[in-house]
């Protein structure tokens, strides 16, 4: 590609992206469409293009706002973060953290928008074989000193209001409730099992303990730890009934395995 006309592309493509003006010297002009009304119509298909993606994208934030409220916050979104990739499956990363700095005194916003991104990278995220309980019997008592790590679909969502119950409620088409900040945060965890993406709140315990499985941890430290809280007896049982979880969940994998793209 020649270096002029890269520049005209560049110089078109802002023009459509922004309300440049000079970009209208680019678009033909007649007494039937002059230049200004066309590129108008280039601008407002592209606007309404990403809406439209947002809208699919963060689908249960959609539903609460309802189709003007949030085509009116998607819009400034689009002024502030116009696209920059290719693949608009990953349009819209940065909504959750627009919507706190934007929308502080409706911090539900962001929340829910995290865990409608959070599920859509569930879905597609790459895919590592999990450890169950055939996989954890067939390693033997070495299993406990390897490197753990959280799936790859899986992310830890931190939420100081009922927006889960929300997100639920919208997704079975009921009312949501009214919002409300909880009187301990919670923290979220978001995986996919098998084809299905899903989501659950943790307790604080649980919830520290995936940080540190994040971080690396094995199961034998986990479970050092687990003592130390909680004595040697209720935190073997405590462990016991979420590793159970955890190996039915598919939430675990060894450290360090290769990726597959599902």
């Known amino acids: 590609m020649s270096e002029a006309l890269r520049t005209l592309q560049q110089r078109f493509l802002a023009g ?62 689009l002024a502030a973060h116009p696209s920059t990739t290719r693949n608009l499956r990953y349009y819209g990363d940065m909504l959750p953290g627009f919507l706190t700095q934007h929308f502080p005194n409706d911090a539900e916003l962001a929340e829910i928008a995290a865990l409608d991104w959070a599920l859509r990278h569930a879905f597609d995220a790459a895919d590592a074989v999990p450890l169950d309980a055939e996989r954890v019997g067939a390693l033997g008592d070495g299993w406990i000193e390897a490197p753990l790590a959280l799936h790859p679909s899986a992310r830890l969502l931190p939420m100081h209001h009922n927006s889960a119950a929300i997100w639920s409620a ?65 935190a073997m049982e405590t462990l016991a009934a979420w590793l159970g979880q955890w190996l039915a969940d598919c939430v675990l994998v060894p450290a360090g395995q290769p990726l597959a793209v599902t």
Request: aromatic residues 8%.
């Open 170 to 234: 919208l997704s079975a088409a009921e009312p949501p409730p009214k919002v409300a900040s909880l009187d301990c945060p919670v923290t979220v965890l978001v995986w996919r099992n098998g084809l299905q993406p899903q989501f659950r709140s943790l307790t604080a315990e649980e919830a520290e303990t995936f940080a540190a499985i994040e971080a690396g941890a094995n199961f034998a430290g986990v479970s050092a730890r687990m003592i130390e809280v909680l004595g040697e007896a209720a």
């Open 16 to 77: 459509v992206t922004t309300d440049d003006a000079d970009a209208e010297a680019l678009i033909v002009d007649d007494p039937r469409v002059g230049a200004t009304k066309r590129l108008g119509i280039y601008r407002n298909n592209y606007r309404a293009s990403l809406t439209g993606v947002l809208a699919d994208h963060f689908e249960r934030l959609h539903a609460y706002l309802g189709d003007e409220q949030f085509d009116t916050i998607a819009l400034a979104y």
